[in-house]
């Protein structure tokens, strides 16, 4: 298995741009992560998914973010507009219920 | 103004000594509990898990310590080595429920070789 796959790897974006991050769970993976890590505030929980339907977005931080997981296999998270005080690195991860998560590599997003 | 960092607490050890990284848990409902592993530029990895009904549990040059009476959580590394050096994570949780886990703030580690 090739792990969770995010996309881009890297994303530098002009404040006000729409930015859109990808994910591909392990497939299998009934539930889906979408954490933001920063040095002020370390790792937090954006919003999670368990098969494909949102269950707590109360991490979110604000309207500006939105997330979707279409299907299994796919999962976006969307920041519209962007901001500087977006720039993080986001993190998805994938798991099976009651097991550790496996994290993708990462977007490290830079809003200028 | 200046910026503020998240300032992670820092385990320097010489390479071949055993580092033990601590860890105090919030949740006395939690009952599952996860080390993860980030290195600079990737996402965390896992290492180590343990269940409540444990106080120890051991992998491949890693043990983990549960002491649920202070909740308390450590992660012992043996022989440490270069490539151990990396930010460890705690994390919590009720297994088989809907709760996510939470992350504690992590520890550096940094061998000296």
């Known amino acids: 298995d090739a792990g969770v796959i995010q996309s881009p790897r890297h994303e530098v974006t002009e404040m006000g741009q729409e930015v859109t991050l990808r994910c591909k769970p392990i497939s299998g993976h009934d539930y889906l992560f979408w954490y933001r890590q920063t040095m002020m505030r370390g790792l937090e929980l954006l919003i999670y998914?368990?098969?494909?339907?949102?269950?707590?977005d109360s991490g979110m931080p604000e309207d500006r973010f939105s997330a979707k997981m279409p299907n299994a296999s796919f999962s976006t998270l969307k920041i519209q507009p962007s901001e500087p005080r977006d720039s993080a690195v986001y993190f998805c991860a994938s798991t099976n219920t009651g097991f550790g998560y496996t994290f993708g590599s990462g977007t490290r997003l830079t809003v200028v | 103004g200046e910026s503020v960092g998240l300032h992670l607490p820092t385990l320097s050890v010489q390479e071949g000594d055993n580092s033990i990284i601590n860890c105090a848990y919030s949740?006395?409902?939690?009952?599952?509990f996860i080390w993860y592993k980030q290195e600079s530029g990737k996402g965390p990895q896992f290492i180590i898990d343990i269940r409540s009904n444990m106080d120890k549990r051991q992998g491949q040059r890693v043990t983990v310590l549960l002491n649920k009476t202070v909740k308390h959580l450590s992660l012992q590394i043996a022989a440490t080595q270069p490539g151990d050096s990396a930010v460890y994570f705690c994390a919590e949780n009720k297994r088989g429920g809907n709760t996510p886990l939470v992350f504690g703030k992590g520890t550096r580690l940094s061998v000296i070789a």
């Open positions: 949740n006395s409902a939690s009952d599952y």
């Open positions: 998914f368990n098969n494909n339907v949102p269950i707590d």
